[in-house]
């Protein structure tokens, strides 16, 4: 019987770590929480700023957009590549200072940010090039997106 309970659990180990056929999930994504700085560094790096407003323990399409986009291989190599990383982020149920809500409130202020998530594409001189949100198909399609802005 042991060896059973053993065997149970194991499999459902396994079976919850398995990704269902999707590409390999990744966490290595470099998210930074300054608009200034990311700037700074895609100018000299000579790469576009990718700014995401997020509502990331509450927004639905927020959520969706990690998983699908995010999350994956093929966009992390395209960032790690391309992009400096920036998520603002607007949570109900997790903590901020009061020194961050209010740098990230000023933020969609000043880009007039309606919803989340909404993405802007930022050149390595500080001008916005493109503004969008989520996209269905994936990394691999998202990615294409990205491309076609820059």
Not at 60 to 77: G, H, M, N, T, Y
Request: a negative charge; glycine letters at 6%.
């Amino acid at each position: 019987m042991k060896q059973i309970s053993a065997l149970f659990v194991l499999f459902i180990l396994l079976f919850t770590s398995c990704n269902n056929g999707q590409s390999a999930s990744s966490d290595d994504l470099n998210w930074n929480g300054n608009l200034e700085k990311a700037i700074e560094q895609a100018k000299k790096e000579n790469k576009a700023v990718l700014v995401n407003f997020t509502g990331s323990d509450w927004c639905i399409w927020c959520k969706r957009l990690s998983a699908e986009v995010f999350d994956q291989k093929e966009f992390e190599e395209y960032a790690e590549k391309s992009l400096v990383l920036v998520m603002l982020d607007f949570p109900k149920d997790i903590a901020q200072t009061q020194e961050i809500k209010e740098y990230n409130n000023k933020l969609a202020q000043k880009y007039g940010i309606q919803g989340f998530p909404t993405i802007l594409l930022i050149n390595g001189n500080g001008q916005l090039v493109a503004q969008t949100g989520y996209q269905p198909g994936g990394a691999a399609k998202y990615v294409e997106h990205l491309k076609a802005y820059l």
